[in-house]
């Protein structure tokens, strides 16, 4: 028997297939990115790097960057010296780690066309390895540009979630609901949201994974420049109604939460996504005031209480 009353035409593809989950992992992460561990691939993929470099954190960035340009001028470096320092105009040091050190900066400088002229090439092997290194370094640092330019100017939406969905009361009934609002100083107009059911049903003795859109109170908004509370009325239509917190453990629930929204500062459409588990949901438990007004009468919205509750009365 089914745990979760579905209507016959539902589409169950989602995009995540009917396997079923255990022990209770997300289809989707937190963040928004997919829960799945993928196998069989090279550990590079040039057709993969630039998505890589874009997308990855800024710490990561960072230090990829400033790991690359210190591997980069050591090697230059040993290559001068291995060469002969004496070719090296102006490097006196004397030990062999002064002399390495006088490699390493004429690298730096010359890998940035910085050229001081402290120090000099002398010779056709070191001049031709000097000019080698500075048409590699007006090259690498366009790509670094490039990559930086392409990461603040890639279009995405700073969308802040509640941690937790609430069961709430709701004009007579109960409402599943969370809640959302824009991190942002910009303007994001005609947002659509969807929220999707997914849980794991036996069907012949086999645990297959289903999929199930959930009926909003409201599924579009014209404009999000408060927060704004989703709700799922839980009627006699709904697919949880009167289901228990254990119900919904028993059948390993998980709610995906995907956002559009169109962003006027890039003039594109932007997308966000979330998930919560059965474990996120909060019975009878309403979300806490975010409102207040300063002294000039303006709305203040306090985004750090975006996640807090309190108690809802029967």
């Not at 009917?18 to 937190?30: C, D, G, I, K």
């Not at 056709?124 to 590699?136: G, H, K, R």
């Not at 203040?300 to 996640?307: A, E, K, N, V, Y």
Request: charge should be negative; include cysteine; hydrophobic fraction near 40%.
């Amino acid at each position: 028997m089914a745990l979760f009353k579905r209507k016959s035409q539902v589409d169950d593809d989602l995009g995540f297939g009917t396997q079923p989950v255990s022990e209770n992992q997300r289809l989707m992460n937190a963040d928004g990115s997919s829960n799945v561990r993928r196998t069989g691939l090279p550990i590079f993929r040039s057709s993969d790097t630039y998505n890589w470099l874009i997308s990855m954190s800024w710490k990561k960035f960072l230090f990829i960057i400033l790991l690359a340009y210190l591997v980069v001028n050591t090697l230059f470096a040993t290559l001068y010296v291995s060469i002969g320092i004496e070719h090296l105009k102006g490097a006196d040091g004397i030990s062999p780690r002064d002399h390495f050190f006088d490699a390493f900066f004429f690298s730096a400088q010359t890998i940035s066309t910085v050229g001081y002229g402290h120090i000099s090439p002398d010779g056709f092997a070191t001049s031709c390895l000097a000019a080698f290194e500075s048409m590699l370094g007006l090259l690498a640092f366009a790509l670094a540009t490039g990559l930086l330019y392409g990461r603040f100017s890639r279009p995405t939406a700073k969308v802040v979630y509640s941690p937790n969905m609430v069961i709430a009361p709701y004009k007579g009934i109960k409402g599943l609901m969370f809640r959302l609002a824009n991190l942002r100083n910009n303007q994001l107009i005609e947002i659509e949201v969807q929220v999707v059911l997914s849980y794991n049903e036996s069907v012949d003795e086999k645990k297959i994974r289903r999929f199930y859109p959930l009926e909003l109170e409201r599924s579009k908004i014209g404009l999000l420049t408060l927060s704004w509370t989703v709700v799922h009325p839980i009627d006699e239509n709904s697919p949880i109604f009167e289901k228990t917190a254990e119900e919904l453990a028993e059948a390993e629930v998980e709610i995906l939460v995907l956002l559009k929204a169109f962003d006027d500062t890039f003039s594109q459409t932007v997308h966000t996504r979330t998930s919560y588990r059965d474990e996120d949901i909060i019975h009878n438990a309403k979300f806490a005031n975010i409102f207040s007004r300063d002294d000039n009468g303006r709305t203040t919205l306090d985004l750090s209480r975006i996640g807090n509750t309190e108690v809802a009365s029967s």
